[in-house]
């Protein structure tokens, strides 16, 4: 009762002050303390955070009392918040409201509740922790690409602006890095990989040298699509004892070839977060091998798979090359949806190899994620000329074709693996994927055939596929993946400007450093003064 009169009164405060809105997040659950005061909503029910600022409390904080998810509506009135503000306000699908009846939880940040008359003064603003500047911003964020400075404090961003405008957040205790014209980016997400399981693969002999390898790439998110039990207990205990550097999103299966794992997979919560480095992704199937010449399952067995993890909240993600496998693929997906949108589940369809133009129509109106490798059309076009021959080709590899249409997609390394078979020579980094993605030139240097020139990809896009978009791809867009305050600080610099150099050099460009969270975790050799202790 008393909850419901406070939800009553900050309605009512929100419409006299006319020009503020409330600006809503997704909605998830989990708790932590907080002054003032708080109740953070359970999972699926609606949660409001209140600010008004005296204390320099933010978005971020609610952000961090609940857990990222679970503060559905922002509210603030405080001048200082504006910074904040603007990254909702950016986002005009979130500007809804929900029924008051719905509301189930408050949260108080920053002391009383100020009268709509009274505005608080406002101070000095909060003192960043590292204060990156005199750089190329690559943002990610259509909105805002480029900026020259980028403040983090604790694990996030929390401005991004002109050097003038975030070096107004330095105080005694800020790190301030010179970027001296460097590059600065969202640190890259690996969509599809097996770093860490496949490890040995690559020739790692530990987990920790196989993310010590991701990291030196400046990969600071990775989807591992082969978690089996064993793996996931191995990624727990590597997460307690705080040496999961990167963040894991882990892809339970459901199969390997021939053989079935039941529904095991559904002892977990779909996008469950044991931390802030580890959440379950979703499931993984299998459906063919061999390019796509040998398929593991009927329709209706497919169906059945599909609808089954579809109906328990998981996202799917379908290793699926052939033409054969996309039919009965995007059939199952249909059943499942049942002319419900795929934005709220985002299954995805791995490799997407050979791609018919209904299937890419049915792609699109369905809005099914395609999540494919860089390095497939490069490395291996004679495999592929061999195994689908030239009538196939036109079909083959669409990536250019997929963004076109609007089809949402990503890109993943795949990692160790090559176009035949394991390859620990494959360095997985990804300007080299960028250049594959842009050239199609592959490790062996041949210039590309004439099949594979229209479906050239620019610098750009590429770049998106393995930052913003690949964000989508797990639905943490909002919490990381782009450079914009109140985002996660998972940052990469670069020697140079990927957009601004000539392509044949992209593979020269080298990662200075690499930052989870707001934490170091790579630092290039002689690099040392761009590398904050934090
Ligand atoms: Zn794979």
Not at 278 to 291: A, E, M, Q, S, Y
Not at 478 to 492: C, P
């Amino acid at each position: 009762m008393r909850r419901k009169r406070l939800v009553v009164t900050l309605a009512a405060i929100a419409l006299a002050l006319g020009s503020l809105a409330f600006w809503m997040l997704p909605s998830g659950s989990s708790e932590a303390g907080l002054g003032a005061m708080h109740n953070c909503a359970p999972a699926g029910k609606w949660s409001i955070a209140v600010w008004d600022g005296p204390s320099g409390t933010s978005p971020a904080d609610a952000l961090s009392t609940c857990g990222a998810g679970a503060v559905d509506a922002a509210y603030s009135l405080d001048p200082q918040t504006q910074a904040w503000m603007r990254w909702f306000a950016d986002r005009p699908e979130l500007n809804n409201l929900p029924p008051l009846s719905d509301v189930q939880g408050i949260i108080v940040l920053g002391g009383a509740l100020a009268s709509p008359t009274q505005t608080s003064s406002p101070g000095p603003p909060p003192q960043a922790d590292v204060i990156f500047y005199h750089g190329t911003v690559l943002t990610m964020d259509t909105q805002h690409p480029q900026a020259q400075a980028v403040a983090v404090r604790g694990d996030r961003i929390v401005a991004v602006g002109s050097d003038d405008e975030v070096l107004n957040m330095s105080g005694p205790g800020t790190a301030l890095v010179d970027l001296e014209g460097r590059t600065l980016l969202p640190g890259f997400i690996d969509s599809h990989a097996h770093w860490i399981g496949d490890r040995e693969s690559a020739g790692h002999s530990t987990s920790e040298e196989a993310i010590q390898a991701a990291l030196e790439n400046g990969w600071t998110s990775v989807s591992e699509l082969f978690v089996n039990q064993d793996r996931l207990d191995e990624l727990l205990s590597l997460d307690q004892q705080a040496h999961l550097r990167l963040r894991v999103n882990a892809y339970l299966p459901l199969n390997w070839g021939e053989e079935k794992f039941g529904d095991w997979y559904q002892a977990y919560e779909p996008g469950q977060e044991f931390s802030s480095r580890l959440r379950i992704g979703g499931v993984k199937i299998f459906l063919d091998t061999n390019w796509g010449q040998t398929l593991f399952f009927s329709q209706a067995e497919l169906n059945e798979l599909v609808a089954e993890a579809h109906e328990a909240g998981f996202q799917i993600a379908v290793h699926s090359v052939g033409e054969a496998s996309q039919d009965l693929l995007l059939n199952a997906y249909e059943n499942a949806l049942q002319g419900e949108s795929n934005e709220t589940h985002r299954h995805r369809i791995e490799h997407v190899v050979v791609l018919r133009d209904d299937q890419l129509d049915r792609m699109q109106r369905l809005g099914i994620i395609a999540s494919f490798q860089f390095f497939v059309p490069a490395d291996c076009p004679e495999v592929m000329e061999d195994v689908f021959g030239p009538e196939l080709l036109p079909r083959v590899a669409r990536w250019r074709d997929l963004l076109e249409a609007g089809v949402p997609s990503m890109g993943g390394t795949d990692s160790p693996w090559g176009c035949e078979a394991a390859d620990p020579s494959k360095k997985n980094s990804p300007m080299e994927e960028i250049h594959k993605a842009v050239t199609r030139i592959g490790e062996s240097g041949v210039p590309p055939a004439e099949w594979q020139l229209d479906q050239r990809v620019t610098v750009e896009q590429a770049l998106r596929l393995i930052t913003i978009d690949a964000a989508y791809g797990t639905f943490e867009e909002n919490m990381k993946g782009s450079i914009e305050v109140g985002k996660l600080a998972d940052l990469v610099i670069l020697s140079a400007d990927p957009l601004a150099t000539p392509v044949e050099q992209l593979t020269d460009i080298e990662v200075v450093m690499t930052m989870v969270g707001g934490h170091v975790e790579h630092c290039g050799q002689g690099y040392q003064s761009l590398c904050p202790a934090t």
